[in-house]
């Protein structure tokens, strides 16, 4: 079974939405590295994660810059798009996820082949986890409170027990914690 690890950036107040806005101050080497290590053969993006990185990536990987090698990266991995209306695609290996979420991202764990990522789309990723389908969630927690935007954890009535896999403080003061679900508790519950 594939293993599906979904990455955020993160605020300390949680805020997940235009990471743009406040993120790249913090970016530095141990950053890249943190979010090179997490790239997969296969990536689940919302509309709006895609949107951003189809108008950003391409580009960059034409232009032969310093992140180009991520950028060729990224147009070579297979990119599936969740989103409710018919899109056209323009750049490479982008395919539009048929049906529902859940079943579909449930069978595409079961096909052969490597790691699956999901990058920012928070939407996706609550559903996913609501699911039990994500087996590793790395947040980059940036020292920074935001205070205003779409947080990772909405209210919500169900909990989403997890457990500390790893941690690495960066220079930058970004936590970068992983993950996993909750081992079974004694009542029964995830």
Known sequence: MRKIAASLFISLDGVVEDPADWHFPYFNDEMGAAVTAQMADTLILGRKTYDSFAGAWPEREAEGGEDAGFAASLGDARKIVVSRQPLEFTWRNSELLQGDLVKAVTELKNEPGG????????????????????????????????????????????????????????????????????EATAAGER
């Open 115 to 182: 790691p699956i990522a999901v990058s920012g789309s928070v939407s996706v990723v609550r559903q996913l986890l609501a699911a039990g389908l994500v087996d590793e969630l790395h947040l980059l927690v940036h020292p920074i409170a935001v205070r205003k935007g779409e947080r990772l954890f909405d209210e919500g009535t169900d909990s989403v027990p997890l457990r500390l896999i790893r941690s690495e403080t960066f220079s930058t003061g970004v936590v970068y914690l992983i993950y996993g679900p909750a």
